[in-house]
């Protein structure tokens, strides 16, 4: 028997108003029903949302440490369940264990860190221009958060919005991926018996063009936490501006590594293998494109060339898999795509490029890890985010040159050199357009306490994570208290 889950609105769970459903597989086998979860309609989310605005008003009332001692309480049953969590964020989207027990790692630690915010939210007090007069501003909860959220990091990314988002006051009507929402059930499951009250937090299964655009363009939804596409997320960012609601977007990137001929080549190497296909090159962060100089262009090429073949595929299970299968259908279909555009601009494929034939793997959506070399900066396969484990690889002369290269993108997340110059890493630490730059360090990795997020068309300007996500889950409010007993004003009296 399939296993039913259910929408939770206002601390139930319970079925779609629609009574549809899909069912979600396992993409390294898609034999492997996990199970069907709600199709919602309008009307759900509207329930959602309702139940999200009534909590909200006791919910802002809570002493911000009492909603930190929730946040730790989850952090606590999260690091219980941490292994069993991971393996079915495998089972359900494919990356193997090591990362999945680090995707929730993440979520533990931003659960940690939520917690000791409760403590802090920090506001400023400023001296007045005038006597027997006192100025502060404080940080207030805004009202009822959309979290819109992908598959490639189906706990920690929900975690990074919807932790701050309510140690800060806020309430949350969460829609995760169709792709993950198991993952985003049992995180929702473990923040229910931490003890939130009922409607504080609320998820609802369904589609992008139903519930996204439901939440996103809701009058009584005050702020929108997404990340996805830069496509969808421009769309997204236009529908919201209706009801001119605070947009938080995390979108697309074109991330490179630059290797340098002074660089340890063996570590250079290591390191673009993990960028370029961990979770099968399926993140936001991963290395889609390496620069390396020209001196050590061909040696470096060779030894990747062979760890690249080396890689073992299969069910992310396996203690033997290296790289897991891609998320569904489609998405290898875009893969497949991009490697044809590849060829057809000419670029030189050296290694992967198909579907793997190995018996074993025939009932999942797997694909070769795949590297393009002689890639021109303008091909599309140099320019376009392919979200999939395809690396095109080009050639610099100079520092100056691999940095222009680099930051050839409408893109700018994340960005890596390898080099043992230091002068030459402050110089590309000041150069890059990115909003992450890793020297010696890999494109991905980035810590929960640290700003995340990108420049130019990766987002909007906001940053997830550390002390900075709180900026855009708080409202400051300016207080002024005057204790002279008299009218006095400002910028007239005082002059
Ligand atoms: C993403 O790619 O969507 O730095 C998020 C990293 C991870 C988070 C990635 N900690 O790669």
Request: aromatic fraction near 8%; charged fraction near 20%; proline fraction near 4%.
């Amino acid at each position: 028997m399939t296993t039913k889950f259910k929408n939770l609105i206002n601390g139930k769970w319970q079925d779609s108003l629609t009574g549809e459903s899909y069912e979600n597989r396992n993409p390294a086998n898609w034999n492997d029903v996990i199970g069907t979860f709600p199709l919602s309609s309008i009307e759900d989310v509207n329930l959602a949302v309702k139940s999200a605005r009534i909590a909200f008003e006791k919910w802002r009332l809570v002493p911000a440490p009492a909603r930190g001692e929730i946040m730790r309480k989850i952090g606590d049953l999260l690091s219980l369940r941490k292994e069993e969590l991971a393996r079915e964020m495998t089972r359900e989207m494919g990356k193997v264990l090591a990362e999945t027990r680090g995707d929730v790692q993440e979520g533990i630690d931003t659960a940690y860190y939520a917690a000791s915010e409760g403590r802090r939210l920090f506001g400023n007090t400023v001296p007045s221009e005038l006597p027997n007069k006192f100025a502060m501003a404080i940080r207030v909860p805004i009202g009822v958060a959309g979290i819109i959220t992908p598959w490639n990091f189906p706990l920690a990314i929900p975690t990074w919005k919807m932790f701050p988002a309510i140690l800060s006051g806020n309430t949350c009507v969460f829609k995760p991926a169709m792709d993950t929402p198991k993952t985003a059930t049992t995180l929702v499951e473990i923040m229910m018996e931490a003890g939130l009250p009922d409607g504080v937090v609320n998820i609802v299964h369904g589609k992008g063009s139903v519930v996204g655009n439901t939440i996103v363009t809701h009058n009584d939804v005050d702020l929108i936490s997404f990340t996805g596409s830069t496509l969808v997320g421009k769309q997204l960012s236009k529908d919201a501006s209706e009801t001119l609601k605070r947009v938080s977007l995390e979108l697309g990137g074109k991330n490179a590594q630059i290797v340098m001929d002074d660089a340890d080549l063996d570590l250079a190497l290591e390191g673009v293998l993990w960028g370029a296909f961990g979770t099968t090159g399926q993140r936001c962060t991963a290395t889609s494109r390496l620069i390396l100089h020209e001196k050590i262009h061909d040696k470096f090429l060779e030894m990747l060339s062979i760890k690249t073949k080396n890689l073992k595929l299969g069910d992310g299970l396996l203690s033997t898999s290296d790289v897991g299968p891609i998320i569904n259908e489609a998405q290898r279909k875009s893969v497949q795509k991009y490697v044809e555009i590849g060829i057809k601009e000419g670029a030189n494929l050296i290694c992967g490029g198909k579907i793997p034939n190995q018996k074993e793997l025939q009932n999942g959506w797997f694909h070769e890890p795949t590297i393009f070399a002689d890639v021109k900066p303008n091909m599309r396969i140099a320019t376009e985010e392919i979200f999939g484990p395809v690396l095109s690889v080009l050639k610099c002369k100079s520092l100056e040159e691999g940095v222009n290269l680099l930051n050839n993108t409408i893109y700018g997340l994340s960005s890596s050199v390898y080099t043992k110059d230091v002068n030459k890493a402050f110089q590309a630490i000041r150069d890059i357009q990115a909003g992450i730059t890793y020297i010696n360090v890999p494109t991905i990795g980035a810590e929960a306490h640290m700003p995340f997020g990108g420049v130019k068309q990766t987002g909007n300007g906001h940053r997830e994570g550390g002390w900075t996500v709180y900026d855009f889950f708080t409202e400051w409010k300016a207080i002024y208290i005057d204790y002279s007993g008299k009218l006095q004003r400002a910028q007239i009296d005082n002059y």
